[in-house]
């Protein structure tokens, strides 16, 4: 199985608030999972990414968390700003024979309201 | 330090026509992958190239070929148009042995009528 399911489709929070997107994947031989931002018109941009060894990741405002044995992972935004608004992918990888192939979401198109 | 670039930016071709689209990879990569971005959707994995040499490929027919060269930029042609090949096309660039952890470049907007 080689899908990565992302959730929501689209998702409105306020300022201040926090996003949360999600990601299942099928593959137990994935692991490597970045999460991308890409603006209307630019190439996705590599946000945060983790490795299974670890359940959780922080980088400022933006938290990977992992759940192995549910095959999940999620990303969260904290005090979201207007300029995070965007759309999010999640993404999947092995490093085994199908290294460097990412296996993406389809995307979660993100709006912060002031 | 340059990130990944592509060229040209834009361009507009018809049903039958080629078309060669162009990559050079972040300072410091060996590794150039290319994806399909259709609208709305995430990018499709096409191929990968390493050492001049096609590593890996997606679910692309044989229409979608590459190269790369020594300096490791790269090419992607895609052969005998058809309007379902209108996307976006990204670069992505990595080292290799970290080959996942890909940058990728702003893409060209290939639109086929």
């Known amino acids: 199985q080689q899908q990565v399911k992302q959730s929501p489709q689209s998702l409105i929070v306020q300022k201040g608030g926090i996003s ?9 031989a ?11 018109g630019k190439g996705p941009a590599l946000l945060i990414a ?13 938290t990977i968390s992992f759940n192995k044995s549910a095959k999940q992972f999620s990303l969260h935004i904290m005090d979201s700003q207007p300029g995070d608004s965007a759309t999010y992918f999640c993404a999947a990888s092995s490093s085994g024979g199908s290294q460097g192939n990412l296996i993406f979401g389809k995307g979660t198109k993100l709006s912060v309201k002031p | 330090d340059a990130g990944v670039t592509q060229s040209p930016t834009h361009l507009i071709k018809t049903r039958g026509q080629q078309v ?3 990559c050079s990879p972040k300072s410091g990569h060996d590794t150039v992958s290319w994806y399909q971005q259709a609208l709305g959707q995430g990018p499709q994995f096409i191929f990968q190239y390493y050492e001049e040499e096609e590593r890996q ?5 044989d229409r979608f070929s590459g190269h ?9 042609n895609v052969n005998a148009l058809l309007l379902g090949d209108s996307a976006l096309y990204l670069c992505a660039s990595s080292r290799q042995g970290i080959s996942n952890e890909q940058y990728f470049g ?7 009528t």
Not at chain 1, 30 to 40: A, K, L, S
Not at chain 1, 50 to 62: A, L, N
């Open chain 1, 20 to 28: 949360i997107i999600n990601c299942a994947y099928e593959n137990t």
């Open chain 1, 30 to 40: 994935f692991d490597y999972f970045p999460w991308y931002q890409q603006f209307p």
């Open chain 1, 50 to 62: 983790i490795r299974p060894d670890v359940s959780e990741k922080k980088e400022g405002r933006f």
């Open chain 2, 20 to 22: 060669t689209l162009r």
């Open chain 2, 57 to 61: 490929r997606g679910n692309f027919p």
């Open chain 2, 68 to 76: 790369q060269f020594p300096n490791y930029s790269s090419e992607l």
């Open chain 2, 106 to 112: 702003p893409g060209t907007r290939l639109t086929v």
